[in-house]
């Protein structure tokens, strides 16, 4: 491992993905190992971390990882830093782990306007590898999954951002409600388009809307193929009309946005986000290596050769 | 059973409700049993009657029932009616069981403005047993539930309605989702009070709130135990926001509304509505059996005497 300089890991919920990072932060190599944050039993974060750098610890190479290995239910709690923040707040606020290299980025916290708290942890790791060492405009990334993450950034770094917590409802109300028993699974997307657009439409009200999966079905407007995607459409839609009316009031209706994390997603993100009128390009795969990196950088943890 | 002049069945998904009446549909006796058209096997819907008149079918009482028993999954289907529809077209398409003196309810269907179906199948037949015998002016009956309907009736019957899938929706967050893990089982109206009212505001967006049920636990500002009311409280204000939009749009806004159903929930209701300044009322409890008794006299199966 003479040429490893960082070992950068993107440790989450049920998996962790660490690169080793060479010169300048390029990707040496990449182990991913089904040891997330709730599948490490007790106290065996230790073994888990030896497991991802290939059997045992360097003992020369400073580590990193973000995710939920810093939350609660992590590690160590590494609490979240407060918003706006930039590379600098963030690397002031690395978490050292007692007898090991390794240091846990903090997620970061936001109050909406309602004064509501929001959160994020891991991702906005991501976001910090896709921006551009300056910033100068301010810019959207929206970061499709389970909880949906959209994030402005600007000259202060992470601004603000707003949590969707749409992947989760597809999955509970397709594998636990009435709506799933309806479906059968395919590919439509004249479908989700159907769904996006009814959930993008004036007075739309997802509670009430969402029965429509059911009645279009039972009236056979919708085959039961199309269920899955209809519904997925209507959920995406309710992001994105939501998510539209936050940047408006940001003055940020124009923006193009970035799409960063599942290819697949992003495609179907796009697909929607089209349908609104909002433009997206996609953001590069390795942004939490990058991410990872430039914090160690900016925490003098590797110097930016 | 001399003096019965009608059985009348509320006959459910997971359960079913025999009322035998006598004379000007006074309720002489109730039968309930867990026959729901979910949990009787196959064919068994005969077998199922008799247990719900006692033993064995009457030969000279005529029998009415509403609910998922005319469902596709029920015994006959008993096509939707349109609406508006009142007694009259209630009672024209009542569907024979063939063998059996029972006749079975239809359900309604309307078209939202947005041209999508939505459908009642039981509750119709609660708003029929709760309405006056000549509707002079227009009104709003609530039926809370797994899927709560909203129904406006006025002089031509049912006008239309609107279904909101907040109880599924609670359920399956409750059960199945990060939010159910965080909570403590217990009643705390100051947290459900505090979920309506964040619904009830403008920019509400329900995939994004659902979210502060998360983010203000993790503060502490929500204690485990005021998570559930929370939950239950954004989705029940995202309904009334939502519902309250509706009636405004067909003139309705500043209706008093009618609750019909479960008595706990339905204080709940009353209780969320207060906050949205929307005055309700609690209406009878035997509606559906009412309900029955004057479809069936309308269709000339009972005098009403």
Known sequence: MDDVRLIAIDWGTSSARAYALGDHGNVVSVRSAPLGVQRVAGGGFADALSVLCGGELPDDVPLIASGMIGSRQGWVEAPYCRC???FEAIAASLVGVPGTRLFIVPGLMCQD?????????GEETQVFGALSDRIVARQVIVLPGTHSKWVIAGPDGVETFATFMTGELYAVLREHSILGRLALASVDDAAL???VRHSLRQNAALTHDLFSARTLALTEVLAP???DDYLSGLLLGAEIAAARAWLARRSLARATVMLL???A???RYRRA???AEIEAVLGPSDAAARGLWRIASHAGMVTDK
């Open 84 to 86: 706006p923040a930039g």
């Open 225 to 227: 193929t199309g269920v």
């Open 265 to 267: 997603l992003s495609v």
């Open 113 to 121: 306007i309602d004064e509501v708290p929001d959160v994020i942890r």
């Open 193 to 195: 388009d159907r769904g």
């Open 261 to 263: 994390g599942d290819a």
């Open 273 to 275: 986000l089209a349908l």
